[in-house]
Every structure is written in structure tokens, then in C-alpha cells.
């Protein structure tokens, strides 16, 4: 018996005896009382109560293939939902090859390997947060694509602000909230730029986070606003909300999203170190330019234009 089964049965956050979700289930309650812990090993919180059964601690919404179905299903050939994948970047990498010119979503519950930019860990644990991942048929020119980090950056602040988050931008596409991560994008490409080849557009967002090893400042949506929205809803939106943007971009190229970006710049106007390798610049810095490279009045070089790539932007008190 999948866990998952389980989960789906006790997301009501109401009380199910051992008999009931065995009966249900087809298993023995030895086994239900297994699968139990297991969640708890995932880091859901259930109480037991003798006479009672087990209860999840609080009403959970799981990510819904159903939904996703028929909200997305017209502009979108494969949507699938994962309870557990190691990252849902590499699930469809994995299957850009088979499903090479076709448009797919991919979400989990939970990545047991969530990968962020420049190798870092991305921080999934189960149910709490967005883990999202969509692939489309690539195009060119390259400059456009390399717009594309930028504008999905923006795409996912524009939601986030919808709900009340004031989310801004850290270039090249990090989203904060009062200068905390609360959202990172992770762009890949499948293939060869120059025949078939496919575009992997991973986001992950802190919906209830909670605490968590991360060394840099983080946030979540239920600490910044009170309530962590639904996920489902969350994700198709930000699924139409992307693909309208690639049109627009493929259309009228990154000047069309240039001004509301810089609207949404964090660090503008802030002194910021640039690090690439063992080189360090310090500054101030000025915005993108028109080609979304972020330019900085550095003490050591002046105006100094800087390519996304293996460049980290940092505050200037950071370590
Ligand atoms: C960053 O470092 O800011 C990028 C984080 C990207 C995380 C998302 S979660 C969904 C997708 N799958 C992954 O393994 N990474 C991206």
C-alpha cells in the first residue's frame, strides 16, 4: 500500500481508527500502524488516541491531478503529480527525449534531492511547499532564453504579491520577501539548442516552511500573510501566468518586462559584493540593463555590466 493512499485518507485532519484504514486500505492494522510512522518519519505530525485512531494535526490539501487536469489540460500535453521524486527539474529532464516538442507539468509533495542554482540543496520537505517543474519545447534566439530566468522571476513575484506577499527581486531571479528567500527559480536545458531540445523551468516556493536548515535568510506565505493558500490553484495560475509570459517574450523580446522588474528590484540603489570565483567586486547596484545584465557602480572598476551564469549577488554585510 502506497503512503500516499494513506495521507489521502487521514487529510482531513479528523480522526480514523486503525480498523477503518485497514478495512479501507485492504491491509492489516499492524500495517496502517507502519505506514504511520513512516509519515511521521516524512515529518507529518499525527496524534494516536486509544478508542479514537489517528489524526493528522490539522486539515491538509494535497496537490490534486485531477484539478490540474482540468484547469491546464488545453494548454498542456503530460501533467503529473508526485508524492516523492527526488526533484521533479530531473523527473522531467529525464523525460525530455520521449516527450520532446510537448508541454508537461510536473509537481510533487515531496523531493528527496530538490536541487537549486550553483548546486546548492533546495529544502522539500512533504506537503508544505510548491514544487513545480515545466517543460517546453525550447526556442531561440539564445538571448531570449536567457531572458527567460528573468521574467519567470517576475512571474512568481507577480503571484506572490497577488497575495498580499510585497515580494521583490534579487538578480538573477531569487524572490524575497523584506530581503528573505521565499521562492527560487532553476532553469535547464534538454538537447541541442540547434535541433530538438527542451526547456525545464523549475520553481520552488515556501508556502508553510516552518524552520528549516538553510544558510541564508529565508520566509514562507504562511508567515508573511498568515495563511498558506491552496497549492493547486497556486500552480495552474502560475502554469498560465508562465506560458503567457514565453509568448510575450518569444514576441516582443525582454523590453517588455524590463520596467516591472526593475519596479520589483530589491537591491537597487543598495550596496551589494559580487563574487565570481575568487574575484570580488563591491558597489552599488544600478538595475538591469536591456539585455537583463545586472550593473553595479563598483569602488574598484565603475560601471561594471555582470552575465547571470556562476555570479553571486550578496549583500554587502553577508559573509
Ligand atoms: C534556487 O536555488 O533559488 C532555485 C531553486 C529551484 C527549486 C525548484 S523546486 C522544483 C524544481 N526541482 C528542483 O530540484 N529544483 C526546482
Redesign the pocket.
Known amino acids: 500500500m502506497p503512503v500516499s493512499a494513506l495521507l489521502n485518507l487521514l487529510k482531513d485532519g479528523k480522526f480514523h481508527s486503525g480498523d477503518e484504514l485497514g478495512e479501507v486500505l485492504g491491509v492489516s492494522r499492524a500495517a496502517i500502524w507502519k505506514q504511520i510512522r513512516k509519515l511521521e518519519e516524512l515529518g507529518l505530525e499525527i496524534s494516536s488516541v486509544r478508542g479514537k485512531g489517528y489524526r493528522l494535526q490539522g486539515e491538509m490539501e494535497l496537490l490534486n491531478q485531477d484539478y490540474l487536469k482540468q484547469a491546464l489540460g488545453d494548454n498542456l500535453q503530460e501533467i503529473h503529480v508526485l508524492f516523492e521524486t527526488?526533484?521533479?527539474?530531473?523527473w522531467l529532464l529525464d523525460r525530455a527525449n520521449e516527450w520532446s516538442g510537448k508541454a508537461a507539468l510536473c509537481v510533487?509533495e515531496k523531493?528527496s534531492?530538490?536541487?537549486?542554482?550553483?548546486g546548492?540543496e533546495?529544502v522539500?520537505p512533504l506537503g508544505r511547499n510548491?514544487?513545480?517543474?515545466l517543460m517546453l519545447p525550447a526556442f531561440s534566439p539564445m538571448s531570449v532564453i536567457e531572458g527567460l530566468s528573468l521574467v519567470v522571476g517576475l512571474v512568481v513575484a507577480r503571484q506572490l504579491n497577488k497575495l498580499g506577499c510585497d515580494a521583490s527581486l534579487k538578480w538573477p531571479?531569487?524572490v524575497l520577501v523584506r530581503g528573505q528567500?521565499i521562492?527560487?527559480?532553476?532553469i535547464e536545458l534538454q538537447g541541442d539548442l540547434h535541433s530538438e531540445c527542451q526547456l525545464i523551468i523549475?520553481?520552488?516556493v515556501n508556502f508553510d516552511l516552518g524552520v528549516a536548515n538553510i544558510d541564508q535568510p529565508y520566509t514562507d506565505i504562511k508567515s508573511v500573510v498568515g495563511k498558506a493558500p491552496s497549492r493547486n490553484s497556486f500552480s495552474a495560475e502560475l502554469c498560465e501566468e508562465i506560458i503567457a509570459s514565453v509568448e510575450l517574450l518569444k514576441e516582443r523580446g525582454l523590453k517588455a518586462f524590463i520596467s516591472e522588474w526593475q519596479s520589483l528590484d530589491y537591491y537597487r540603489e543598495k550596496r551589494v559584493k559580487m563574487l565570481i570565483g575568487q574575484n570580488v567586486w563591491s558597489g552599488v547596484a544600478q538595475g538591469i540593463n536591456r539585455k537583463g545584465e545586472l550593473q553595479v557602480l563598483t569602488d574598484e572598476d565603475g560601471l561594471k555590466v555582470f552575465n547571470a551564469g556562476e555570479i553571486s549577488l550578496r549583500p554587502e554585510d553577508a559573509d
Not at 534531492?113 to 550553483?118: E, L, N, V, Y
Not at 510548491?130 to 517543474?133: A, K
Not at 521562492?183 to 532553476?186: D, E, M, T, W, Y
Open positions: 527526488p526533484s521533479t527539474n530531473t510533487a523531493q534531492a530538490g536541487r537549486g542554482r550553483r546548492r533546495w522539500s510548491l514544487y513545480f517543474s531571479n531569487d528567500k521562492a527560487g527559480v532553476l523549475g520553481v520552488g
